[in-house]
């Protein structure tokens, strides 16, 4: 199409389903310290190999509980209850104004160990399920993301920021945000609405024809503090920040977070990748070790695929990997460059295959898997990030010295 408009969201550190995730992942790092510590590894690859851990990590919360689940194998002793009382503390649910104290909530802990006929195929070095993951990159920002997820994730990222430093002191955590950008000749343009949904205290309302609803200063504020720093100036030609803006479009977001809505482990698989501009394999990311290839597959997927791109060879890629469960190699690698290529897919795979091992064990060691980096994935996006491993682009100069330009 000519023109067209596209719509990301993305969700903040308080947004129940994020806690979830953060949480899961919180108690993957503690695992995966006491591994490093003790010098266990992923696989028994050699007969003196002391294999690792296995986590599959899910949590649920609701309304004062929550409950932490999963099948988990290790030698570590976690502090669950602990975990999670440090992780609600820092991402500031403190008391009854936010409807979720960590000081009085009550945990459960559910945890049980892996399936040993999974253990089987995976002890080996064979991925941890079969399944397809998705890989994607595009030239629209220098993040090598699409426009619109990076501003929705910028948008809950301020809200962190001045809700943190007391810059707005009436912010609970729970946000959600929302980008509509336009595209003109297949390249982001403008952007056209932003919404903000941002709990409050009771500080920030107002009565307005006989309810309670946020005052309009409330609004203002934030749209000025957040919202305007948020959104780089060269995409807001025709924007009109009293119209294009919605905040709160309810009128009202004092009840928030698990008061209001319950959180599961893994229910944000947009919000984590590509904002809905590429495909997804299906598996959800948090919780889950890196011999899962749910997880590990999607970030080599996401690291060939950014080094494509950062090469020249496309404006956009796509990269599919799919595995059976307890198998190494994966039986079909899928490359589409959706017509910017400057060579054939046919060509790439095989570049690919000569650059990047995409045997499971072959990713945790040329990406550093197995380090407790996880928590800090849990938020703001998985990919676009550079402080994460399959972020980098080094393998462009092979890629470029293999294909000849």
């Known amino acids: 199409m000519k023109s067209f408009l596209f719509t990301s969201e993305s969700v903040g550190e308080g947004h129940p389903d994020k806690v979830c995730d953060q949480i899961s992942d919180a108690v993957l790092d503690e695992v995966l310290k006491f591994d490093l510590k003790e010098g266990l590894k992923p696989y028994r690859l050699k007969p003196e190999d002391k294999r690792g851990s296995r986590v599959a990590c899910e949590t649920f919360i609701t309304v004062g509980l929550v409950i932490v689940g999963g099948e988990i194998t290790t030698e570590a002793w976690v502090d669950v209850h602990k975990v999670v009382r440090d992780l609600l503390k820092d991402i500031g649910y403190t008391g009854p104004e936010y409807g979720f104290d960590y000081k009085t909530c009550a945990i459960l802990n559910a945890i049980g160990p892996q399936s040993p006929d999974i253990a089987m195929g995976v002890d080996t070095g064979g991925a941890g399920d079969q399944g397809l993951m998705i890989g994607y990159a595009c030239k629209e920002t220098e993040e090598l993301m699409p426009l619109p997820i990076i501003l929705a994730h910028k948008l809950v990222l ?57 005052s309009k200063k409330a609004k203002e504020e934030i749209v000025e503090k957040i919202v305007k720093t ?10 009109d920040f009293s119209k294009d803006v919605l905040i709160n479009p309810t009128g009202l977001f004092l009840v928030g977070g698990p008061q209001s809505d319950t959180g599961m482990t ?8 590509y904002g809905g501009m590429a495909l997804h394999g299906g598996g959800a990311f948090s919780g889950k070790d890196p011999t899962k290839v749910d997880r590990s597959a999607t970030y080599a997927a996401r690291y060939v695929a950014k080094n494509i791109v950062a090469s020249g060879v496309a ?58 980096i996880y928590r800090n994935t849990a938020c703001f996006g998985h990919f676009g990030r550079n402080e994460f491993p399959w972020e980098k682009t080094d393998k462009v100069p092979e890629i470029r010295g293999k294909l000849g330009i």
């Open 158 to 214: 301020k809200q962190k920021e001045v809700r943190k430093n007391k810059e707005i002191n009436y912010l609970g955590p729970d946000c959600k945000s929302q980008v509509t950008v336009e595209y003109i000749d297949g390249k982001p343009r403008r952007v056209k609405k932003v919404v903000l949904s941002t709990q409050h205290t009771i500080e920030a309302t107002e009565e307005k024809s006989g309810k309670k609803v946020m």
């Open 230 to 239: 948020a959104i780089p100036e060269e995409y807001l030609e025709g924007f």
């Open 266 to 273: 893994g229910r944000k698989i947009i919000v984590d990748t």
């Open 315 to 372: 404006e956009k890629c796509t990269v599919q990997i799919a595995y059976a469960i307890g198998v190494r190699d994966p039986i079909a690698i899928m490359i589409d460059t959706h017509g910017t290529g400057k060579v054939n897919e046919e060509k790439l795979i095989e570049v690919v295959n000569d650059v990047f091992d995409l045997t499971p064990s072959g990713i945790i060691e040329m990406l550093d898997l197995w380090k407790p």
